[in-house]
Structure formats: structure tokens, C-alpha cells
């Protein structure tokens, strides 16, 4: 089974920084997009970043542009999310999730496999 397992999530002051780790094990796709949504309360999951494991390309939102870096390690088993200059409405519950390919228009809000969430909390 497809295990994903996100952590590094908490609270800071806006303008802070964050990384989010995801742990990643139990498939042996050769090809795979990895990425992050978020979900706000009462919001709809919003598809942030997601990289290839194969090419390495990115994606990101516009909100998140310039502020968030997505990276793999060389094992390609954990994928982070650098968050820096954090504002208050990026407060929500982010989820890693992964995908076999990379579909055309890829957003990881659909994937089909997700882990747990961590909570982001970013106060004024």
C-alpha cells in the first residue's frame, strides 16, 4: 500500500518560515508526480506544488510562487515543501499525495494516493 507521511508542520508568526517533510514508501512507480495540497476550514483542497520524479519539473500555484520551494531526495522517498515568508492565509491542513505520470494539468488535490495532513497555523 501507498504510504505517505507528512510532518514538520506548526505555528509561527507571519513572515516566518516552515519545512514540511513527506515520507514516502510502499510503491514502485517509475514515473510519479509528488506534491502537496492544502485545506483550509471551509474552504475547498487547493493543489499547491508538485514535482516529477522523473524530470524533476515543479509546478506551483501563483499564491505560492517565489515563497515555496518543492525539492526530492536523491533516494526520492521524502519530498519537502519550503515555506518561507508565511502569511496568514496559508493557515490550513497541507497533505502530501503522489500519482503515477505526469498527467497532462496535473493537481495534486486529485491524486489518488494522500497521507495524513499537518497543520500550518500562521498568526499576525
Known amino acids: 500500500d501507498v504510504q505517505l507521511q507528512a510532518s514538520g508542520g506548526g505555528s509561527v508568526q507571519a513572515g516566518g518560515s516552515l519545512r514540511l517533510s513527506c515520507e514516502a514508501s510502499?510503491?514502485?512507480?517509475?514515473?510519479?508526480?509528488i506534491g502537496w495540497f492544502r485545506q483550509a476550514p471551509g474552504k475547498e483542497r487547493e493543489g499547491i506544488s508538485l514535482?516529477?520524479?522523473?524530470?524533476?519539473?515543479?509546478y506551483y500555484i501563483d499564491s505560492v510562487k517565489g515563497r515555496f520551494t518543492i525539492s526530492i531526495d536523491s533516494a526520492k522517498t521524502t519530498v519537502y515543501l519550503q515555506m518561507s515568508s508565511l502569511k496568514v492565509e496559508d493557515t490550513a491542513v497541507y497533505y502530501c499525495?503522489?500519482?503515477?505520470?505526469?498527467?497532462?494539468?496535473?493537481?495534486?488535490?486529485?491524486?489518488?494516493?494522500r497521507g495524513q495532513g499537518t497543520q500550518v497555523t500562521v498568526s499576525s
Open positions: 514535482i516529477s520524479s522523473f524530470s524533476g519539473s515543479t
Open positions: 499525495a503522489v500519482d503515477k505520470g505526469w498527467a497532462e494539468n496535473p493537481d495534486p488535490a486529485t491524486f489518488p494516493h
Open positions: 510502499g510503491f514502485n512507480f517509475d514515473d510519479y508526480a
